[in-house]
């Protein structure tokens, strides 16, 4: 015997193990790639081999052969439909955020009542098997210490586990996110229950027979008894039943359904389990027999429930016994802790939060924390109650058999849930009632105490009806009537009347991979602000701000949104994100809106291809088949629309904008995500008002007069802008009109090209006009400064000689002014075809550049006149273009005097710096506004206000100074003036135009 010190010891020890473990995985002190490993998940689901597995599994072998195997052999064929079952359950869990089966069904029949029922149920059905547990704890103190102590040591490991289950279970409802913690230490103590029954089933191999050659002597010896192990199986007593309760129990068990769907666990984990939980299973059922068989050899008088208990203990391993009484510790611990957290949050969300809505208006989050963790201490007692309240007889799995068949109740709904879209909530409340009905009456009755006076001799009959049809068992009669009922029932009130548009849409989401509900039917609030005053009627003002906040800055959502489809998303977002916290039922029904939402049919639908072209783009939902290609297909549309030279914009019928493309955001100068769901007259101007009067003019089928052409200014910008429009067609019946679409071209550049080009073609007719005058001047003038000559040469007097030289000096400056007018007049001349072009790039001072520009600029008589100080030395010589040169500086020049006063001056200063000549054209005009000043050097900006002004001239002399290597930039103040610097390399320095070495 084992004092009973040393097992409660040994019970404490093993829980502050757990608990350490399961804080450190909390508190990442486990490294997360371990606590978060795959095989994690595999382990925990070993929480449903509870102490019915360690302990009672020996006896059910005793009295019904390998049926055993059919508890284990269920939980492998519902791995195998993982595809089917686990896979789909695990998206809609996650996508829904539904932490349980009651969540889920309630969700599914768009109803409180399905819910709450099934919660209910699931609460009464878990009692018995929490009751096993204690049973089972009990039974072992009195087999390894003797009768006397077993009702102390229950009631301790009662309170130690309601200690560890309210500390880690009950987590704060804010802190969402998986459960690393509990998951760590149900994993550690499935690892740890399946090496302690591995070396029981050693021992009792080596210790009873000497090893496996005298275990085989022995079973030669007793043929009957092994002969005996496989007739159920045969005669089919109990088997085929069996395999559906356990095929159920494998993910419906709460315990099961926690680990598997609510714990956080990804596709990776479940695909991994799907083959490492069946193996676990098999290889915690190999000790089983080898244990049956040696304390049928070393006590056949005991309960074969204690063998894997006194079998240690019998040859002589006590700490193998202490070892084994702490696996079944273990066993039971998890099976208890887990299934009460599950039960706890299901009865919270459906049974209690319902009713007790207004106790919620403040602190919230603490309320149900403290809610959560009294459910949690009210189900470990009631199941040590019902446990001392219940007769200790029979079988120890008669219980746990008992919860199956409560839990295969759940069957038929569940593959309604996923297979079945005509499935109403009448249907599903109607079988589920039936069932639980029979269930009562066939199973739970005879658990129920004496003392409760009920006369179960009506259950004679039923059970002598089950033996002469060859179910010796008592499970087999209850799940084949139970289960017919219940589908029964559910096919036939379900066809009745059809289900609701509600049930229907989330049957879709059920049954197939779709994308969100459809907002047709959904309500959606008119502001944040609407939103969150609707929420704070159930969770308090600061509860409310707490959600609304937390929700907005994980979608990055302003407070000031009031676009529908960004409020649908926060109202989405914030069903998810409560659903933990108060349940989906309830979540859903605090974050609608008041009023449905506006715009008719037509602007449901424009809306909903808002909405799922939203989700589509975030990648939220995972499509497969031919979803995921016509995905793919829409990406590639996606990816042709947003690199189009065009500004793309599609307006709803609901008159807000439905989609833009990245060239249309360049324009606008807003992102994609800002302009998706607002109304056109949120744009900033001038586009409100364009894009406006071109959908209007779309709408009202003007479609075919051409495009707007207008000139715009954006964001300082002079902005030349063609809109093309077109009426979309209808896509659904519904809608009256399917919107329009605008395509923006800007035409800047390409005005800005045809200005240049009619700008260089007007002085190529002044320099064929002047090449014209030229000639006709020449001719004259020649014979001028010939006479001039004449009459000096033969002049007599000095003073007509004078005047003969004074005739010589206007003619020679004439001649001048025509040459340079020539010159300047070529420089934009448009080459004729197959004209090649001789190079005229040579050494030019720029001295005698801005005295020709100079000179050029006081032909205009009409512009005001100003005195032009220049202080250019000799030594400023680049290699370059001299006409452009001169091209250049008149532009220069003539902005300077048009921006003066007349009689201003002007000041060109040049000067060598760093190896570069740097010359400064100085005025002290109007200046430049500081907004222009970054614009002033694209085309068509100008200051100018007389219509002479084409804004072209600071382009095209930036242009021709880049063109020489340097740098052209202004300084300006209103007021003060502006200077212009131009930087050019210096003759022969690095990056200056190379001058040819033969001129043609």
Known sequence: MINVGVLLFATGAWLAVLAAIALAAQRERIPRALARHPLVLALSLGVYASSWTYYGGVGFAQRHGLVFLAVYLGPTLACIATPLLWSRVLRITRE??????????????????????????????????????????????????????????????????ALFTAFFGARPPAEHGREDGLAAAVAFESA??????????????????????????????????????????????????????????????????????????????????????????????????????????????????????????????????????????????????????????????????????????????????????????????????????????????????????????????????LFWERATRAG?????????????????????????????????????????????????????????????????????????????????????????????????PASVDALEERLARLLGREAAGIEVTRARIELDIPRDETRPTELHALQERLHRNLSPLVGPVLARTVAEADAPAAGGASG?????????????????????????????????????????????????????????????????????????????????????????????????????????????????????????????????????????????????????????????????????????????????????????????????????RARASLILGEAARIEAILRSLLDHARTGAVQSPGEIRRARVGRVALAEVVAEAERLIRLDRAAPRVQVEQACPESLVVIGDRRELVQVFVNLLANARDASEPGATIAVRGRIEAGEIVVEVEDHGSGIPEELLGEVLEPFVTTKRDPSGTGLGLPLSRSIVQDHGGTLALRSAVGQGTTVVVRLPLAGAAGARRAPEAEA
């Open 96 to 161: 829904q955020r539904l932490s349980s089966l009651a969540d889920l069904l309630a969700f599914r029949f768009q109803s409180p009542a399905a819910g709450a029922l099934a919660a209910a149920f699931s609460l009464v059905a878990s009692v018995p098997y929490v009751a096993q547990q204690f049973r089972a704890t009990e039974q072992s103190v009195r087999v390894l210490s003797g009768p006397g102590h077993e009702e102390a040591v229950g009631a301790v490991f009662c309170a130690l586990l």
């Open 192 to 417: 740890a229950k399946l090496a302690v029954l591995a070396a029981v089933g050693l021992i009792a191999v080596l210790g009873a027979f000497g090893g496996a050659g005298g275990l085989a002597d022995w079973l030669g010896d007793h043929a009957a008894e092994v002969e005996a192990l496989g007739r159920p199986v045969r005669e089919d007593g109990g088997w085929t039943s069996m395999l559906v309760i356990s095929f159920a129990a494998a993910f419906l068990l709460p315990r099961q359904w926690h680990m598997a769907f609510a714990s956080g666990a990804g596709d990776r984990a479940l695909a991994t389990a799907a083959w490492a939980f069946p193996l676990f299973l098999l290889a915690l059922n190999l000790p089983v027999l080898p244990v049956l068989w040696a304390g049928t050899r070393l006590a056949p008088a005991e309960p074969a429930d204690s063998y894997v208990l006194l079998v240690p203990q019998l040859l002589d391993q006590r700490w193998l016994a202490l070892a084994a009484f702490i696996g079944g510790i273990s066993a039971a611990s998890a099976m208890v802790m887990v299934t009460a957290v599950a039960l706890a949050n299901d009865s919270a969300t459906h049974l209690l939060l319902p009713l007790a809505r207004r106790t919620l208006r403040r602190n919230v989050y603490a309320r149900v924390l403290w809610m959560r963790r009294g459910l949690l201490t009210a189900i470990l007692v009631g199941g040590w109650l019902f446990h001392r309240a219940q007769p200790n007889r029979g079988l120890l799995v008669e219980s746990g058999i008992v919860s199956f068949v409560a839990f295969a109740q759940f069957l038929p709904g569940l593959f309604a849930v």
């Open 428 to 524: 599903f409340i109607a079988g589920l009632a039936a069932g639980i009905a029979t269930w009562t009456a066939t199973c739970l009755a005879p658990l129920l105490p004496e003392l409760t006076g009920l006369d179960r001799s009506w259950l004679d009959p039923l059970r002598a009806g089950a033996g002469r049809a060859g179910h010796a068992d008592s499970w087999s009669l209850p799940t084949l009537v139970s289960l017919a009922v219940n589908s029964a029932t559910l096919g036939l009130v379900s066809l009745l009347r059809p289900p609701a548009d509600e049930e229907r849409e989330a049957a879709r989401l059920c049954r197939r991979r779709e994308i969100g509900p459809s907002v047709e039917r959904a309500t959606v």
């Open 604 to 800: 449901a639908l424009t809306e909903q291809l808002r909405w799922l072209e939203r989700r589509l783009a975030r990648g939220e939902t995972r499509l497969v088949g031919a979803a995921r290609e016509l995905d793919l297909l829409r990406r590639w549309l996606r990816s042709v629309l947003a690199q189009l030279p065009l500004g793309v914009c599609a307006v709803g019928s609901d008159g807000a904008i439905s989609l833009v493309n990245r060239r249309l955001e360049a324009l606008v100068g807003v992102e994609e995500r800002d302009l998706v769901g607002a109304p056109l007259d949120r744009l900033p101007a001038p586009f409100a008002e364009l894009f406006s009067r071109a959908s209007r003019a779309a709408s009202a089928g003007e479609a075919g007069a051409g495009a707007d052409e207008v000139e715009v200014r954006v964001a300082g910008r002079a902005r030349a802008l063609r809109v093309h429009r077109a009426a979309l067609d209808p896509l659904d019946a519904r809608a009256a009109s399917g919107g329009v679409v605008l395509l923006v071209e800007d035409r800047t550049e390409q005005r800005a090209l045809e200005a240049q080009l009619a700008h260089r073609d007007r002085l190529a007719q002044l320099g064929r006009l002047a090449a014209g005058v030229a000639h006709e001047v020449g001719n004259p003038l020649t014979g001028i400064a010939c006479l001039a000559q004449n009459l000096r040469a033969e002049a007599e007097s000095d003073e007509l």
